[in-house]
């Protein structure tokens, strides 16, 4: 039975779906289902649909198991990064970031993908390379970035079948994600506009929304922020985080990612070094809202973390009063209930780093130069570094970021907040401890107080007593750390409905999870690895731990499934997330089977996957084998694994 129901569609059967829908009884009558899939990656992806109902179960469960793959050979150089998937061809089209275009799979027979072809983006605009790929009805999209990351970009159709080019228009600088709305009639790109590395050139970020019912004159308009930069002061006590130096809002907005309604009326896109979510008519081309995510407190039971790398090679998930989490999400899916959209997230979490690698920006030691604040922009400082009671003279020329040493001498932690790990007026003592909270990597940029008239930074004395005429230190409240280690649901007006809190972290600490491709290997021992690192257990604490990045979200019968990858362990996760407020975890599969030695290009065949950033589900309707695929690309080995989705009813 299970392989007579075991069919599906994708997101653009949805409208029709909503219709039709219902449930198959224990008995085995049924009637007619369809499938939706909103396909999610870290930069797009995406498949078409079919154009008649087709019956379909709806399983108790389902798990992963890989039965294919293609590996390019290339390690730790982003040689696969975004799957899109056409039906028709049987192709798999794969952003290859190290070459800068797309590799082009015969997915015919998915145990044995075969390179047949590349689809070069040089060819449209000199030294280029592609961002992200979408697929629809035999039409390939490319996101194409100029060899100038802050230049005018190009997206560019080619037919799936023969690779030939159709068309291609200018859009905004750096395109960073690509997706056809559901009636395949319209393109939209995240133009991320991120600024040059001296942050001297700031493109502002946009969404282009370009008709291609014409696919060989394609037309394009843009919906952009400009309108909102009257609006900085209101944006940032809302939540959003405009900081940028120098920066207009528009500037400072950085779209990532993508989701469409299932009418193709509305946009979701993800605003994710912003925190915040921008809401855009597609009719009308215009950004309606932004949509502030809040923070996540990791105080309370339930939003527990682990904090440090370096506190025995221990698993140490606890509460942590006073550290609030930034969603900062990338990747975003769409689904629907009782005719109400939902937001899927993935919150990977990501600090604005520009000229790090540029020693006039940092200054250096010897001799003694100081950093130039005109050359580039770091947000993430550890916490051992931003509370030390001697102030940060001692950073100096090392990873002192000058903006930082211009807006006072020091930092302190008030301990009405942080009473608990022993800070005191003018010492954050054990709190800075590298078993405490000191290796833990925050922004310095937000949680310090500020005078509510002026804005500017309250001043503390070295002494911890406020001096607003000769103080020098700033006294943090709060502490912001990158991403929420979680993947989370909100409602069509950004309003959170559910988070998974810690249970990512606390499920690779549990007995329950196991690594490799026969689940042999308790997680537990490599908990928060690097996905380019060997025994490395607890290495990824400090900073967004687990790193949830890529998402797929595919209904089978009258479930939804959330597909999560996690960038820096590895893996998907599974969960069940067909009542938003409530869903449950299905599934974990992580194929990297070897964990002792460090990852190289010569011994990828022995590794495994590792880093997945883009994921693509294939309902069972439109898999070469008739049964629902997954289809991820690991950015870290090169690979692009091909996962079955075996259903149980």
């Not at 072809?117 to 039409?139: W, Y």
């Not at 008709?211 to 909102?228: H, I, K, M, Q």
């Not at 329950?512 to 491709?517: A, F």
């Amino acid at each position: 039975m299970a392989d007579l129901y075991n069919l599906g569609f994708n997101q653009e059967d949805h409208k029709t779906a909503m219709k039709l829908q219902t449930q198959l009884t224990r008995t085995h009558l049924f009637t007619t289902s369809l499938v939706m899939a909103a396909v999610v990656a870290a930069c797009g992806g995406g498949s078409d649909s079919p154009t008649t109902p087709v019956v379909e179960a709806t399983p108790t469960s389902l798990t992963l198991e890989k039965i294919g793959g293609y590996s390019t050979g290339q390690y730790e150089v982003s040689a696969a990064e975004i799957p899109a998937f056409d039906a028709a061809s049987k192709r798999l089209f794969v952003v290859n970031a190290q070459l800068g275009a797309v590799d082009v799979l015969n997915l015919a027979n998915p145990a044995n993908p075969v390179k047949v072809g590349v689809l070069d983006a040089t060819a449209v605009l000199a030294g280029a390379s592609i961002n992200s790929v979408a697929v629809f009805n035999g039409t390939v999209a490319v996101a194409i970035q100029a060899a100038v990351k802050t230049d005018p970009g190009r997206m560019a159709l080619y037919r799936a079948s023969d690779l030939t080019l159709i068309s291609s228009v200018v859009i905004g600088a750096q395109p960073d994600m690509v997706t056809f709305t559901p009636d395949g009639k319209t393109v939209m790109v995240a133009n991320e506009g991120e600024p040059s590395d001296d942050y001297q050139t700031d493109p502002e970020g946009s969404v282009s929304i370009i008709d291609v019912r014409n696919l060989t004159a394609p037309v394009v308009r843009t919906a952009g922020f400009s309108a909102y930069n009257s609006q900085a002061t209101a944006l940032r006590a809302s939540g959003v985080r405009i900081y940028g130096p120098g920066a207009s809002v528009a500037q400072d907005l950085e779209p990532e990612y993508i989701a469409i309604s299932a009418d193709g009326k509305t946009a979701w896109v993800t605003l994710q070094e912003n925190n915040a979510l921008a809401k855009v008519d597609i009719a009308t081309a215009t950004v309606t809202n932004i949509l502030p995510l809040g923070f996540k407190d990791h105080g309370v039971a339930g939003n527990e973390l682990d904090a440090s790398d370096t506190d025995g090679k221990t698993i140490n998930i606890k509460t942590w009063p006073g550290v609030r989490g930034m969603y900062l999400p990338d990747s975003m899916a769409s689904y629907t209930v009782g005719n109400q959209t939902y937001l899927v997230t993935a919150n990977e979490g990501d600090a604005r780093a520009w000229g790090e690698t540029n020693p006039l920006y940092f200054g250096t030691k010897t001799p003694v130069v100081a950093g130039d604040a005109s050359k580039g922009f770091v947000e993430e400082f550890r916490v051992k570094h931003l509370v030390n009671k001697s102030g940060w003279a001692g950073r100096a020329g090392d990873d002192l970021p000058p903006q930082l040493r211009d807006l006072a001498a020091g930092g302190l932690l008030n301990p009405a907040t942080f009473g608990y790990c022993g800070a005191i007026a003018g010492d954050p003592l054990g709190c800075r401890a590298d078993d405490q909270l000191g290796r833990l990597n925050i922004s310095w940029t937000m949680g310090y107080q500020v005078d509510s008239v002026t804005g500017n930074p309250v001043k503390y004395t070295a002494a911890g007593v406020r001096d607003d005429i000769n103080g020098n230190r700033l006294m943090y409240d709060n502490l912001y750390s990158y991403g929420a280690r979680s993947f989370s649901i909100w409602n069509a007006n950004g309003t959170l409905v559910w988070d998974s809190g810690a249970a990512i972290e606390q499920f690779l600490a549990s007995a329950d999870c196991k690594l490799g491709s026969n689940r042999s290997i308790p997680c537990a021992t490599y908990f928060n690895s690097g996905h380019n690192e060997a025994n490395a257990l607890d290495s990824r604490s400090d900073a967004k731990g687990p790193e949830p990045e890529g998402l797929a979200v595919g209904k089978i019968g009258n479930k939804t499934f959330a597909f999560i990858g996690l960038e820096r362990m590895g893996g998907v996760l599974v969960f069940d997330i067909t009542n938003p407020a409530a869903p449950t975890r299905v599934d974990y599969l992580n194929t990297r089977d070897e964990w002792l030695t460090q990852p190289s290009a010569g011994n990828l065949a022995t590794v495994g996957d590792l880093g997945p950033e883009g994921l693509v589900f294939i309902p069972a309707a439109q898999s070469p084998n008739g049964k629902p695929l997954l289809v991820v690309g690991n950015e870290v080995s090169g690979t692009t694994a091909v996962l079955q989705l075996n259903l149980t009813y």
